[in-house]
C-alpha cells in the first residue's frame, strides 16, 4: 500500500485502562487479538476503536499514530527496535515515514 515492508508498519491502538487512555504500539504483522469477553481482566479495559471515544488522537480508525499523543505508550522490543518506521499521522489519509519511537515518541523503555 505505503511501498514499504509490513515489518515497518507500526500500528497504534488505544485502549482504556482503568477509564485512562494507553497507546499500545505493534508491528502491522503482529497485530494482537481481542480478549474473549468472558475471560477475566485486571484493572478493567476496553479498546476505543474511534476518535469519539478517545479524542487523543483526532484520527479516524487506522490512523492514530504514537508521535505526539499525551498517553502512556507501550510497546515491545521488536517495536522499540524498528527504524524509519510508517505510523499514522492522527489525522485522515495521512501516515509519517521515517519513525523511530525511542526518538520521536514520549515512549520510555520499561524492564519487568
Known amino acids: 500500500m505505503l511501498g514499504c515492508e509490513p515489518s515497518q508498519m507500526i500500528k497504534t491502538l ?12 505493534v508491528e502491522e504483522i503482529t497485530r494482537p487479538t481481542k480478549r474473549r469477553s468472558d475471560e477475566p481482566s485486571e484493572p478493567r479495559r476496553s479498546n476505543c476503536p474511534t476518535p469519539d471515544d478517545h479524542p487523543r488522537t483526532g484520527a479516524p480508525v487506522g490512523f ?42 514520549r515512549w520510555t523503555p520499561h524492564t519487568t
Not at 488505544?14 to 504500539?25: G, M, N, Q, R, T
Not at 504514537?66 to 489519509?93: K, R, S, W, Y
Open 14 to 25: 488505544i485502549y482504556s485502562l482503568d477509564d485512562e487512555p494507553v497507546a499500545v504500539l
Open 64 to 105: 492514530a499514530g504514537p508521535v505526539g499523543l499525551d498517553c502512556p505508550l507501550l510497546a515491545d522490543h521488536d517495536v522499540a527496535q524498528i527504524t524509519d518506521g510508517i505510523t499514522g499521522a492522527n489525522q485522515g489519509d495521512a501516515h509519517l515515514t521515517g519513525v523511530n519511537i525511542g526518538r520521536d515518541t
